[in-house]
């Protein structure tokens, strides 16, 4: 069946590197796919989106990359802030009007 | 920023008991979505609605019910909490396919 996932459960990176999180979606449909931030004891919330017609599209410090031809997804954050400790998580729409969630990938900055 | 609000955002109560989670949006959004995740596990649709009067089951099975009669009004209602309950919900809503916002979550613990 379709799945949306994530490749690394965990990721500690310095701060002020760069961080790059990825995802791999199955549906070959989906059309839309989002980037959620979700800290601790809070609601996910809405990073940046990404339409199958484009492969690129960058946001204040975050840039999302659509890989198409091998169902691959990812998220850049630029100089990572202590701020920016969450775990995120991928989600695709295929088309029903729902999202599909992938697993999560819980991000550390260390100082 | 979203104003999606949940009630109450923290509950233990006993095996047995009825008990309902509130959710509701001041942004006339249509669909709502109620989402069920255990902590820093991804999320699983167990109910939505698109509009008024409209209730679907989601992709995970769940004992609990959903009601729509306003559109900006989603509760959630489990008739007999039981600590296979015990998890975090989610609520969310979108005027369309794509972005949900979410709420700030419940997080209930059934004894």
């Known amino acids: 069946g379709e799945s949306v996932g994530l490749h690394l459960p965990t990721l500690s990176v310095q701060e002020g590197d760069n961080s790059i999180i990825n995802c791999a979606y199955s549906?070959?449909?989906?059309?839309?796919f989002i980037w959620y931030k979700q800290e601790s004891g809070k609601g996910p919330q809405f990073i940046i989106d990404?339409?199958?017609?484009?492969d690129k599209r960058q946001g204040q410090r975050v840039t999302v990359l659509l890989n198409k031809t091998v169902k691959h997804l990812s998220l850049q954050i630029a100089a990572t802030q202590p701020g920016d400790s969450a775990v995120y998580f991928c989600a695709e729409s295929q088309g029903a009007q729902k999202l599909v969630f992938g697993q999560g990938t819980r991000l550390t900055i260390n100082p | 920023e979203a104003d999606i609000y949940q009630t109450p955002r923290y509950l233990v109560i006993g095996t047995g008991k009825k008990i309902t989670l509130e959710c509701s949006q001041t942004m006339g959004h249509d669909k709502m979505y109620w989402y069920q995740q255990d902590p820093g596990m991804e999320l699983h649709l167990i109910h939505y609605s698109y509009g008024v009067n409209s209730t679907e089951k989601g992709d995970l099975s769940s004992e609990s019910t959903v009601s729509r009669i306003r559109t900006e009004h989603f509760p959630l209602t489990l008739e007999s909490a039981r600590p296979s309950h015990t998890s975090q919900y989610l609520c969310?809503?979108?005027?369309?396919?794509?972005?949900?916002?979410f709420g700030p979550g419940t997080r209930l613990t059934v004894l």
């Open positions: 990404i339409r199958s017609n484009m």
């Open positions: 969310a809503s979108t005027s369309s396919v794509d972005t949900q916002y």
């Open positions: 549906n070959s449909a989906s059309d839309y």
